[in-house]
């Protein structure tokens, strides 16, 4: 599976915008997931990125670089509600089924 | 929402006790999966299904195993609970990649164990 390493957590004043990056193996590289998970709940998918690029989702955008294995997760005018846990996932190795990394927890602060 | 239920959400029992997680679904999708998360560990995945009766093992297998008798359901078995699997368990589904080839799950609510 992949290698996928993330910051732990990060601050944000609402209203900012914070990137939250995510390094990744590219051996076998097939796809980059990025899900949100709110305290005590489920992870729900947010974006998924295949090429390199910018994809943007409202004020939500995810990029990818393939060549250098790195995604972000840019979250524009956060608010309170931001705050949560965002786990970035890939699939590689041959392997349709994503690995997890630890997820970076977002703590948005007035 | 996807048709996607959990049961039991919560849970206590003691080491050594045999405990059964049931996941159900209602969207007909070929793949199901069981991950656990711990603190400090994010989602791991134990094991998954891509059909009635083909499963196969994920990285944290160990401990644990597993049956899909119908298309609905995936069962998730710990033949003796130790203190080592009390974690929150989160059952996942995927159905065709589409046109981008992504395969996206839907997860469901989680059943939280806990094993005394």
């Known amino acids: 599976g992949q290698n996928i390493d993330q910051p732990t957590e990060m601050t944000a004043t609402e209203g900012a915008i914070v990137q939250i990056n995510c390094t990744y193996q590219?051996?076998?590289?097939?796809?980059l997931f990025w899900y949100q998970q709110h305290a005590g709940e489920a992870p729900t998918f947010l974006s998924y990125?295949?090429?390199?690029g910018l994809e943007e989702k409202g004020r939500f955008s995810s990029f990818l670089s393939r060549s250098k294995g790195y995604s972000y997760l840019l979250l524009k005018e956060l608010q309170m509600k931001d705050s949560a846990s965002y786990l970035c996932?890939?699939?590689?190795?041959?392997?349709?089924?994503?690995?997890f990394g630890r997820g970076t927890s977002l703590i948005v602060h007035p | 929402d996807a048709g996607i239920t959990q049961s039991p959400r919560h849970k206590v029992t003691e080491t050594g006790t045999p405990v059964t997680l049931r996941c159900h679904q209602t969207?007909?999708?070929?793949?199901m999966y069981w991950y656990r998360q711990d603190p400090g560990h994010g989602l791991r995945l134990i094991h998954y299904?891509?059909?009635?009766?083909?499963?196969d093992k994920g990285e944290v297998s160990d401990g644990y195993s597993v049956s899909r008798s119908k298309t609905e359901d995936f069962l998730l078995t710990l033949e003796s609970a130790t203190s080592s699997q009390t974690s929150v368990y989160f059952c996942?589904?995927?159905?065709?990649?589409?046109?981008?080839?992504?395969?996206?799950?839907?997860f469901g609510a989680g059943s939280r164990l806990t094993v005394l």
């Open positions: 996942a589904i995927s159905g065709d990649r589409g046109g981008t080839g992504a395969n996206v799950l839907t």
């Open positions: 590219t051996s076998g590289f097939n796809g």
């Open positions: 990125n295949v090429l390199d």
């Open positions: 996932a890939g699939g590689g190795g041959g392997s349709y089924i994503p690995t």
């Open positions: 969207e007909n999708h070929r793949y």
């Open positions: 299904s891509y059909g009635v009766k083909d499963t």
